[in-house]
Each structure stands twice: as structure tokens, then as C-alpha cells.
């Protein structure tokens, strides 16, 4: 069956960086456009960032362009998502996505990971 399991999440302190790895598997990995969301308590889950089934990648959500950098590694079935100078609205679960488009709609991803939580302290 299909999995996507998310891990490096924790917890950092503000102006860190920590690096997300989204491990597929069950999927033609190469076939498929990913994406990282995140979900604060009490907030509605949001788009970070997406990546095409080829590199290339979408505009990021205003609120970490220039910090966060998306990635893949098809050879390895995994993406990535490079957090640098973290804040503490950053926390939240983040979650991968698979789907067929590079979108920032969640409806739109057919394959979800269980979350990895990332908490940032001040």
C-alpha cells in the first residue's frame, strides 16, 4: 500500500533550522507532485510549499518564502523541506502530500503522510 512517512520534526529554537524527509513508498515516486502543509491547533491546515514530479516548484506561502526550501531526490523516493531561521509561528504538524499536481490545495493530493510535528520556541 501506499505510505508516506514524514520525519525530523521537533523541537528548535528560534532562528534554527531543521530538515523534514518525506520517505515514499508504493508509488512511482517520479510520477507524482508533492507537497508540505502544515496544521497549527486550532487553525486550518495550510499550504507551505509544492514540488513538481520533475524539481521544478511553485510559489511558497508568503509566510516562509525565503526561509523554507522544498526538495526531492527521486533516486531515494524522498523530499525534503529545508526550515532555516525558524520562528515560533512555524509550529504546527507538518504533513507531505502526493498528488498529481504541484498544487496548494489539499483536496487536490490523493496520498497524506501522519505528520511530523515541529515546535519552535522563542
Known amino acids: 500500500q501506499v505510505q508516506l512517512v514524514e520525519s525530523g520534526g521537533g523541537l528548535v529554537q528560534a532562528g534554527g533550522s531543521l530538515r523534514l524527509s518525506c520517505a515514499a513508498s508504493?508509488?512511482?515516486?517520479?510520477?507524482?507532485?508533492l507537497g508540505w502543509f502544515r496544521q497549527a491547533p486550532g487553525k486550518e491546515r495550510e499550504f507551505v510549499a509544492a514540488?513538481?514530479?520533475?524539481?521544478?516548484?511553485?510559489p511558497y506561502a508568503d509566510s516562509v518564502k525565503g526561509r523554507f526550501t522544498i526538495s526531492r531526490d527521486n533516486a531515494k523516493n524522498t523530499m525534503y523541506l529545508q526550515m532555516n531561521n525558524v520562528k515560533p509561528e512555524d509550529t504546527a504538524v507538518y504533513y507531505c502530500?502526493?498528488?498529481?499536481?504541484?498544487?496548494?490545495?489539499?483536496?487536490?493530493?490523493?496520498?497524506w503522510g501522519q505528520g511530523t510535528q515541529v515546535t519552535v520556541s522563542s
Open positions: 514540488i513538481t514530479d520533475w524539481g521544478g516548484t511553485t
Open positions: 508504493g508509488i512511482t515516486f517520479r510520477n507524482y507532485a
Open positions: 502530500a502526493a498528488g498529481a499536481y504541484a498544487s496548494r490545495v489539499p483536496a487536490t493530493y490523493s496520498y
